[in-house]
């Protein structure tokens, strides 16, 4: 069975308010006050761990809200990041802001399917070129981290790889806690490959 399509119940769903500690609360009325608005994706499975929820989620807001990557770029490498861990939820809530953000879909079907996008413009094919050389290799070529910081500058570099970072690890809690699609939303992603058949 592949984990990644989430079968069986969500394992860390969200504490009931009656149930919560006091640092839980406060992390939930941090969250409430924020961007976000509301608990939703990684944050009921992370508040088993106040203080991480709490760092997690002020450092998600700057990666999301506040990156100097421009967002439809910033989504791109978050989807990247979802196809690679292939984490159901993240590619639902991240696919549709970065079509919102003005990312071609066609760009994200290639994406979604493990392949190389084509018709990317210049920074699309930097970013995606960082994120998957990253991903693949565990690093980045000199020419890659070149035209990287030659675009983005080395603050854009950090941010590139922040936002790849931290998307893992909200993939890897949304994966492991089973956190669900709505309600009639189908399975975006398809299993792939491992990356060295790839």
């Known amino acids: 069975m592949d984990s990644t399509t989430h079968a069986g ?13 006091e640092a839980q609360r406060a992390v939930v009325a941090n969250i409430m006050a924020g961007p976000r608005g509301s608990v939703r994706g990684p944050f009921a499975a992370l508040l088993r761990s106040p203080t991480v929820a709490d ?4 450092l998600g807001e700057y990666l999301r809200f506040r990156s100097s990557i421009p967002p439809a770029l910033n989504e791109l490498a978050i989807c ?11 590619w639902y809530a991240h696919a549709r802001l970065a079509l919102e953000a003005g990312l071609p879909a ?3 079907d290639a994406v979604a399917e493990g392949r190389e996008p084509a018709g ?10 960082f994120c998957t050389e990253m991903h693949r290799d565990r690093g980045v070529s ?16 950090v941010d590139l790889i922040a936002v790849s ?3 893992t690890l909200v993939g890897m809690t949304l994966n492991i806690s089973r956190v669900p699609l709505p309600a009639g939303v189908p399975v975006p992603l398809k299993p792939l490959k491992p990356l060295a058949c790839r």
Do not use: C, H
Not at 55 to 58: A, D, G, N
Not at 120 to 129: E, F, I, S, Y
């Open 142 to 157: 000199d020419a890659t981290y070149e035209a990287t910081k030659g675009r983005f500058g080395e603050g854009g570099v």
């Open 165 to 167: 970072g931290y998307y």
């Open 106 to 108: 066609a760009i994200l």
């Open 80 to 90: 990247i990041t979802a196809r690679e861990w292939t984490a159901q939820y993240e």
């Open 120 to 129: 990317m413009d210049a920074d699309q094919r930097l970013v995606w070129t």
């Open 9 to 21: 119940p969500e394992r860390l769903p969200l504490i009931p308010e009656e149930q919560r500690t």
């Open 55 to 58: 760092r997690v989620q002020s």
